[in-house]
């Protein structure tokens, strides 16, 4: 195989994994076979949580002539709570795998570092690279302006009260999503098949963001 025709996506579970299939489906990018690199295709790997991948760039990064080495590398991580922190951890592991041209701040359009002799390597940082915030946040973003249930969702959410709710604080956008999800013609469906099924609109534009990102890190389109 030609490693230098390889691409690995990194993201943290199966949820993460199941989104940008869909997205990748509706916007004709080509998936490889699970568990497999394929020429002119790119392999969406579960990356068992934020910090998992976060390790195991540490040793991927600086893999580049070997049967599981790929030329362009990618990863989709939430922000969570502290987008800046987790930035600076991102920038002392490309800087301890020889990176230099890292930006002080994620890009607002997705950031891709592409230096000699180095992989290719893109970061995205969920929702938007800009706030803080998880999957369900850029979720939340394709869905359309003019559905009503989405508002009503999130005032139901609201009406239960504080000592009542078993989730934290910062799931409460966790619980809006799945309460609007088990609202739609075929109730409970998974984010990603609901893209597939158009209660989410695959062309917003915080979705097209994210797909000129992939097209610019791969060479895609």
């Known amino acids: 195989m030609n490693n230098s025709d390889t691409n690995l996506l990194l ?8 989104v940008i299939y869909h997205l990748f489906r509706y916007h004709q990018i080509p998936v490889a076979s699970p568990g497999r690199l394929e020429t002119g295709k790119i392999t969406l790997e579960n990356g068992n949580g934020v910090n998992q991948i976060l390790t195991s760039l540490k040793v991927r990064l600086k893999i580049q002539d ?5 030329n362009r590398l990618g990863i989709i991580i939430d922000a969570n709570m502290h987008l800046e922190a ?16 890292i930006p002080e701040f994620p890009l607002p359009e ?29 979720i939340q973003f394709l869905v359309k302006p ?7 969702a999130e005032e139901c959410i609201k009406q239960i009260p504080v000592i009542n709710r078993r989730f ?12 609007w999800l088990a609202w739609q013609e075929e109730p409970g469906k998974p984010m990603g098949q609901a ?17 000129n990102w992939i097209h610019r890190l791969f060479s895609f389109g």
């Open 110 to 138: 997705g950031t891709i570092i592409n230096e000699d002799g180095l992989i290719i390597f893109g970061v995205w940082l969920m929702p938007d690279n800009q706030v803080p915030g998880k999957l369900e946040n850029f």
């Open 146 to 152: 003019d559905d009503k249930l989405w508002d009503q």
């Open 11 to 18: 993201l943290e579970g199966p949820d993460d994994i199941g």
């Open 86 to 101: 987790r930035w600076q951890s991102l920038r002392r592991i490309l800087r301890d795998a020889g990176y230099s041209n």
């Open 168 to 179: 934290s604080e910062q799931d409460l956008i966790k619980a809006q999503v799945h309460t």
């Open 66 to 70: 070997s049967d599981t080495a790929v």
């Open 195 to 211: 893209i597939t099924k158009k209660y989410l609109d695959a062309d917003a534009p915080y979705a097209l963001e994210l797909i």
